[in-house]
Each structure stands twice: as structure tokens, then as C-alpha cells.
């Protein structure tokens, strides 16, 4: 029972933080429908990501800013909720979720960094930021097929 209500609540922070993100990238969109939100995206050349700068207003920093504070706590709450859900089936593969949540906080920190600080042209953080953010989808989609296979696995032995 205890691990049930550890999901039920971390699931519950999972699903009001992305409700939060949606209201901040939906008000963010209404302010100008051309900004890029660069930790959802992949593949972007650094051409896009200056440009995207540029369209920066003090509001657009303003709601931006307030999106970064959220995705840093975002990362935390659903990776230990995969972490949750896969550690009852084989305790070594949650280096996934862990590696997931290593490289969000890295690209969260990394665009802080080029979005807040330090907007100088620098193709080379560009491109490392973009490999840091397939890398996150990509350890994070190891994580979901691994809870996938965990559930029809155990519904087949049982069954």
C-alpha cells in the first residue's frame, strides 16, 4: 500500500506540473506564436535558436523564466516515478530514468545559461544542447518501453 500512494502522489506532482508547463506555453504562444520552447524540440540549427532569442520580449522572459524554475522540479517528480515503476522489475536498468533525469537538468541549465545569460553566438553549445536533448528522449523512451515490457511480461506470467 505504501508504494501505491508513493505513485498515486508522484503522479499527482507529475500531472500538475505538466499542466502548469501547458498554461505557461499556452500564455507564452499568445504573446508571440513564433517562440520555440528549445527542450521540446530536436534538431534545431543555431541559426533557429538565435533568431528565437531575438524575439525575447521582458514578458516572454518573464513567463520563460517561470517555465525553467518548473522544469527543474519536473525532471525530479517523473523520474522518480519511472524510476518507481521499474525498480519492481529489474532494479540495474533504473540507470534509464536516472540518466534521463541527469540530462534534462543539464539541458534545462544549459538553455538557462543561453537564454538568460549569456546570448552570445556559440554554434558549438547549440549543437551540444541538441545532442544533450535527444539523448534525454532517447533514455527517456528506454524507460517507457522498459515499463511497456515489464507490464506484458508480468501480465503473460501470470496469465
Not at 508571440?32 to 522572459?61: A, C, G, R, V
Not at 513567463?63 to 519511472?82: E, G, K, N, Q, T
Not at 537538468?105 to 553566438?121: C, D, G, R, V, W
Amino acid at each position: 500500500m505504501k508504494k501505491d500512494k508513493k505513485l498515486i502522489i508522484l503522479s499527482s506532482i507529475v500531472l500538475i506540473i505538466y499542466l502548469i508547463f501547458n498554461l505557461l506555453m499556452h500564455k507564452i504562444a499568445t504573446l508571440n506564436s513564433n517562440i520555440l520552447i528549445f527542450d521540446m524540440e530536436l534538431f534545431y540549427s543555431p541559426n533557429t535558436f538565435y533568431s528565437n532569442l531575438q524575439l525575447y520580449t521582458n514578458t516572454i522572459k518573464y513567463y520563460l523564466l517561470i517555465f525553467r524554475v518548473f522544469d527543474m522540479f519536473f525532471p525530479l517528480a517523473y523520474s522518480l516515478l519511472l524510476v518507481q515503476l521499474i525498480k519492481k522489475y529489474h532494479y540495474r536498468l533504473i540507470v534509464f530514468p536516472l540518466t534521463t533525469l541527469f540530462l534534462d537538468l543539464l539541458e534545462n541549465s544549459l538553455l538557462a545559461y543561453k537564454m538568460f545569460i549569456n546570448q552570445t553566438y556559440n554554434e558549438k553549445i547549440v549543437y551540444f544542447i541538441n545532442a544533450v536533448t535527444t539523448l534525454k528522449f532517447l533514455t527517456l523512451l528506454i524507460s517507457i518501453v522498459i515499463i511497456f515490457y515489464a507490464v506484458i511480461k508480468a501480465k503473460k506470467d501470470k496469465g
